[in-house]
Structures are given as structure tokens and as C-alpha cells.
């Protein structure tokens, strides 16, 4: 029967074999007839309901609860008793899953009276999750692959129909407008489906994609179907196991990338393929064992079946997204940069030689330009600037710092080549995060004596847990907010000039400071020694970083932003403050600085558990301008100007504020002991 009306019915007309039901936290609302079970009445009314065995009392997903009392405002009284008491199937389940008093399975429950139905969280198809401890955003669960288990009639002598045929009535029948009337499969389902059938005693489970295309099928009830979110960058390869029904992330796994063995950075990669024949199929096949084995270890950790796996969606930046579909890069060494493909994509998992199930299919969001990847497209889909009014800024950080810039009227991007100085590399003394790294700093501004943090090392330099052991003997180098750290306390603390000069003139107050050839260097430690050089490559980095995002400021038209999101693991270990101490963001309140962590993981994430969020990143970058650095010709003006601490010309006014830095008198001095010192 269908429902006379959702919401605006009067109870005067209700015929005696209807009655009034009320569906929250959705409101839905009707008249139904009595003895329809809640599931029929909650499919009838548009209700987001979950259900996989289609109202066999076996999965237990279509959990409610009754809202009992008096309500005024919908003029009916709601009771536990006006549903039919529990049947045999509901009492077996119970006994198996431990069904709370306080639930009953809606696929067993029969609609007597009136009802106020409460449908929790976890009984809802298209649930919310919290995608960040930190903050309140949530995902609305609408992966594209469902389960629907069915009963398949069996064949008959006077009815000639296919087993696929069969199957195909059966999904259209008890599943009604959750599937679609054209149905497909894909080969390997095809070759297996009549075992398969005949194993589960016609009972199967079968996995959909998009409504209408059957890839994967077992015998009898099958509960639990898993994502991987992937982000595969240069240096490291994170891979994140969800469910796909309640949006959990079960185990994550990461590992370096195998192709560092072919360069650290991208462009000594994209080399390698233009100096070696096939080369490409070399850094192909190190990218995707390593991904392999990634998903290997995930899935034993949490003991699921590798072959539950049925949907991958990966980002990353344009070199590693051709890389890992077997697309030669060589393109994207030189100019015009061109991509071979800037939308969304889909394939066969087993066709980028993953073993998985054989109807994995892989999902890739899409890059935004030549230099601008997926994985930015990924972070800006998790962070939404384009939902926003406030002038958002995004930086992720790497060997190209990748740049997005706007708000809900206007989004820009764009990437600068920062090089691998701010992870560690070109320093003198620099590592990756590791232990044994330098990654805080500390420097007394009278006398000039450090204080450090090491990773793996309890406390600080000058606390007595530190001295412990043998632990000044395993300090091995600093990391990349180790260095951001000692440069910036150097410039507040007046060893370092405005412009990047170590004072040599401190020399007679300061055992720290010590000559090194023609310039001066930092003293630390023992082991790691703050050189000239070392300056140079962190200005050189921050300075084409900051000439990007002025860029997209002058594009805009702006001259503050609202929000400032440091993206990556960069972002995630780099104190605000000292980011923008050398400038490497903008002037803004230190507050609105925030570390995302991994956005473009959290976003690939997103799109993994909803379709709704693959179309709305499909749209979003066809809607961003793509601003090309290298042709631009305010960049080189912006990257000279920005070599200084904070910057030559603009004083920081915001920063200065909240944070004690050299005056300017002091700065001319300096420049002045230099002059002297030429003369």
C-alpha cells in the first residue's frame, strides 16, 4: 500500500485500518496500514533505514527503538505495545547479538497502533561519523558498493529464465528502487554465480556498485564489505582500512615510498624515466608493491580477508597519480606540464597488478594542474573552502609546495618549488624525522644557549631525564621542524639578521657562534652545526613558498587571509608561530593557524564512504584557476622580496603583536657592521 500523505493528514481521516507513524530524527511521517513490519512502512515513507538481508532477522542492521508517551503536537500516544511482540527469528537473533531490551528489529516488528519511531544512528543508511576527533565535522555514509542479500528462486523446468535472470528478479523484488531495473555484472561474478547459488542454497549476498553492476557475489549472508583510503606521496605511502558500513577506520598502515631508491625528489624520478629505457615500468611496479604489501599488512593486522577489499581510492600528486596508473610522467618534466587526465577515473583493481578481489575497483579524485595534484584536490575537499565566506588558505608542504587559495565565491591554486630543504634535505646536519632528530628548539636571547628536544629522548636538553644514558651520543641530525625552530629562535634571539646573515660579530659574547671560511655558523650541538648554507636553503624554500601564495593574494585581490591550514606531515609538526616568523605564511593572528595533519588522506577518506563527496570534488576542480608560477611575472619580485625574515617590505604588524621580534634599529645596525666589514 502507499502512503496516503508524509506529513499533513488529519487523524479524523484515518480509516480503521490505518494508523499514524512518525519517524525521527528524520520527521518522516504517514499513514500506513496495520501489520506492516516498521522496515515496509520505513521503505515506503523514505526513511533512512539500514537493512542487508532484507527483513530476514539476520544482519540486525535495522535496529529501532520506540518513543513511548504522549504527543500533543501529532496528537497519538506511542507504545512499546502497539508492536507485535517479538517472533521467533527476533528472539534467536537476540540471543545470538545480544539485542538490548530497548531495540526491536524493524524487519520482525508489525505496526498495531499509533508510533513514534526512533531510528539511531547506527540503524541509518546514510550515517554520520566523526571525521575528526578535534572537531565536529562529520561524513554522511553513502559509499557507491552495497550488500543486499537475496533469496533466489530456483530453476524450473517451466521456466527456461538464466540464473542471472533469476537473480536480477529477485534483487528488483526485494529490493525494489535500492537497485537498478538494468543490471549488469561483471565476467568473474558471471563464472561463478551458479556454485555459488547452489552452495548457498539459493541464499546469497551480493555486492552492487552504483545500483546496477553486481561485483562480487557469496554464498548466504555477508555482513561486512572494506575501503582502502590511499594517499601516496613521494616520500611516504599511507593506506587507511574502513568499513564501509559504519565509516570506521579498523588500520592504517604507511611505509616509505620504494621508489626513493630512483630519487628523493620528483623531478630526479621524472629524470630517471627520461635516462632509462622503460624506466617508468621500473618506478611503476616499486609504487604499486609497495602499496601492495600496505594492504597486505592492514588487512592481516585486523584479520579480514584481503578479498573483502572492494574499493580503493588513492591520491596523490601528478607524478605519483600517472606513476601509479602506468603513465609515463616525462610530460610533466617540462613545460606546458600537461597532464594526461584532470577528472575523476576509475579501473579495475586488478589491472594495476593489485591482488584483491577480482571486482576491486580503484577511484582516483583528480589532479588540478600539471603540478597541483589529487592530493590537493583531496585536502581542499576535506577542508571545503569553497563552503566558506572567510578567505581560506591551504598549504601542503613538500618537495613542491602545493597552494589553494578562496573562499565560497573564488578558488585559486597553484605550486612553488620548495625543494626538499623544510623535510630535512640540504641541510648540513639535516635528517628525516627519525630518531635521534632535533625537532624543537629553544635559544635564550642573552646568552644564546640552546635548548632542544630530540625525537625518541624524554624531555629537554637541559632537564636531568635527558641526560640519561647515553642519550647526547644518539643525537643523530635535525628534522625539518627542527630547523624552522633554530633559524627562527636565532632571528628573535639577534643572532641572525633580518636578511638571513649570521652575526660573526657575537662571536666575543657567544662560544655558539664560530667561524666557518668567509661566514659564521651556530653551534647546537657537538653534531649538528647551524651553517650559512643551511640559512640559505631555508630562505631560498620559504621564499618560493611565499611567492606562491602572494601570487594567488594579488589574483584575489587581497591582502590578509582569514585562515591559514598547514597541510601534510610538515604541517602537522611546525609550530605556527615560527611558520610565520620567516614568513613562510602569511601575517595573520597566530589562532587562525592550523594544522590539518593529513587533509588529502582525510579527503580521499570522504570520497571513499560517499558518492555524493566523488561528485562534488569532480565539480570543484573544474571550478579552480589554475595559476602557473614559472610564467608569472610578479613571481620572481614576490620570491626576492620574501628572501628576508619575515620580508623585506612588509613589517608583519599582526605577528609583531603577538610575538617580540628584533627592532628595525637593530637590523640597520647589523647591515651597517656588514658595510664596515666589505669596506
Given amino acids: 500500500m502507499e502512503i496516503k500523505n508524509k506529513s499533513d493528514l488529519n487523524v479524523s ?159 528488483i523484488e526485494q529490493w525494489g528502487e535500492k537497485v537498478s531495473h538494468d543490471i549488469s555484472a561483471d565476467l568473474h561474478v558471471i563464472q561463478k554465480l551458479q556454485s555459488t547459488l547452489r552452495n548457498g542454497n539459493w541464499k546469497v549476498t551480493v555486492a552492487i556498485k552504483d545500483k546496477c553492476k553486481v561485483i562480487e557475489i557469496w554464498p548466504n549472508l555477508k555482513e561486512e564489505i572494506y575501503g582502502i583510503a590511499l594517499d601516496i606521496g613521494s616520500t611516504t605511502i599511507s593506506a587507511h582500512l574502513v ?52 594492504i597486505n599488512y592492514a588487512t592481516k593486522k585486523v584479520k579480514i580477508e584481503i578479498s573483502d577489499v572492494l574499493e580503493i581510492v ?32 576509475e579501473c579495475l583493481a586488478k589491472e594495476l597488478d593489485l591482488s584483491l578481489s577480482q571486482g576491486t575497483r580503484v577511484f582516483s579524485l583528480p589532479c588540478i594542474a600539471g603540478h597541483v595534484g589529487a592530493d590537493a584536490a583531496s585536502a581542499t575537499l576535506a577542508e571545503k573552502p569553497h563552503k566558506k565566506s572567510e578567505i581560506s588558505l591551504i598549504v601542503d608542504v613538500g618537495t613542491n609546495a602545493e597552494i589553494i587559495l578562496g573562499n565560497n565565491q573564488r578558488i585559486l591554486a597553484a605550486s612553488s618549488p620548495t625543494g626538499p630543504a623544510f623535510e630535512g634535505a640540504q641541510i648540513s646536519c639535516g635528517q628525516r624525522a627519525a630518531n635521534g632528530a632535533i625537532e624543537r628548539v629553544r635559544i635564550d636571547p642573552l646568552t644564546h644557549e640552546p635548548r632542544y628536544s630530540v625525537i625518541g629522548i624524554d624531555g629537554w636538553s637541559d632537564e636531568e631525564c635527558f641526560h640519561s644514558g647515553e642519550n647526547i651520543q644518539n643525537i643523530t641530525g635535525i628534522c625539518g621542524s627542527g630547523i624552522i625552530e633554530v633559524i627562527a629562535e636565532m632571528y628573535i634571539s639577534e643572532i641572525l639578521t633580518s636578511d638571513g646573515i649570521i652575526r660573526g660579530d657575537l662571536q666575543q659574547k657567544s662560544n655558539r657562534i664560530i667561524k666557518n671560511g668567509r661566514t659564521y655558523s651556530y653551534k647546537l650541538t657537538d653534531k649538528v652545526i647551524i651553517t650559512q648554507n643551511d640559512i640559505r636553503a631555508i630562505q631560498l624554500a620559504k621564499a618560493a613558498l611565499h611567492a606562491g601564495f602572494r601570487l594567488l593574494m594579488d589574483k584575489l585581490q587581497i591582502e590578509h587571509v582569514d585562515k591559514v591550514y598547514l597541510a601534510g606531515a610538515f604541517g602537522s609538526h611546525i609550530d605556527p608561530k615560527y611558520a610565520m616568523i620567516l614568513g613562510i605564511v602569511p601575517d595573520c593572528a597566530l589562532k587562525s593557524v592550523t594544522s590539518i595533519g593529513n587533509s588529502a588522506g582525510a579527503g580521499a577518506r570522504l570520497a571513499l564512504l560517499s558518492i555524493d563527496e566523488r561528485k562534488e570534488v569532480k565539480n570543484l576542480v573544474k571550478n579552480i584557476e589554475k595559476i602557473e608560477t614559472a610564467v608569472e611575472p610578479n613571481f620572481q619580485k614576490h620570491f626576492v622580496e620574501a628572501m628576508a625574515f619575515p620580508h623585506k617590505s612588509n613589517p608583519y604588524p599582526l605577528l609583531r603583536k603577538q610575538v617580540s621580534l628584533p627592532k628595525k634599529e637593530i637590523v640597520n645596525e647589523n647591515k651597517k657592521i656588514r658595510s664596515r666589514r666589505r669596506l
Avoid: W
Fill in 13 to 171: 481521516e484515518k480509516s480503521a485500518d490505518e494508523v499514524k507513524i512518525i519517524f525521527t530524527p528524520s520527521g518522516h511521517q504517514g499513514r500506513v496500514t496495520k501489520g506492516l513490519t516498521l522496515l515496509e512502512a520505513a521503505r515506503q515513507m523514505g526513511v533512512d533505514l539500514d537493512s542487508v538481508c532484507g527483513g530476514r532477522a539476520m544482519c540486525g542492521r535495522c535496529q529501532i527503538s520506540v518513543s513511548e508517551g504522549e504527543f500533543a503536537k501529532h496528537k497519538i500516544i506511542s507504545k512499546s505495545s502497539h508492536l507485535s511482540p517479538q517472533s521467533n527469528s527476533e528472539k534467536k537473533y537476540a540471543q545470538k547479538r545480544n539485542l538490548s531490551k530497548e531495540r526491536r528489529l524493524s524487519c520482525q516488528s508489525k505496526i498495531l497502533s499509533d508510533l513514534v519511531i526512533d531510528v539511531p544512528p547506527e540503524s541509518q543508511v546514510h550515517r554520520q561519523v566523526i571525521r575528526k576527533v578535534a572537531d565536529d565535522r562529520e561524513i554522511i555514509i553513502n559509499p557507491g558498493i552495497h550488500l543486499y542479500f537475496i533469496e533466489v528462486t530456483e530453476p524450473d523446468m517451466h521456466d527456461p529464465s538464466s540464473d542471472f535472470e533469476r537473480l536480477c528478479k529477485a534483487l
Fill in 243 to 294: 568499513n564501509l558500513h559504519t565509516g570506521v577506520t579498523i588500520a592504517s598502515a604507511g611505509e616509505m615510498n620504494p621508489q626513493i631508491r630512483f630519487g628523493e625528489d620528483l623531478m630526479s624520478r621524472v629524470s630517471y624515466v627520461m635516462m632509462n629505457s622503460r624506466g617508468e615500468e621500473d618506478l611503476t611496479k616499486a609504487v604499486r608493491e609497495g602499496i601492495q604489501k600496505l
Fill in 314 to 345: 588513492f591520491v596523490g600528486n601528478p607524478v605519483m597519480h600517472h606513476l601509479f596508473l602506468g603513465i609515463n610522467p616525462i610530460e610533466l618534466g617540462g613545460a606546458p606540464f600537461a597532464l594526461s587526465i584532470d577528472d575523476t577515473f
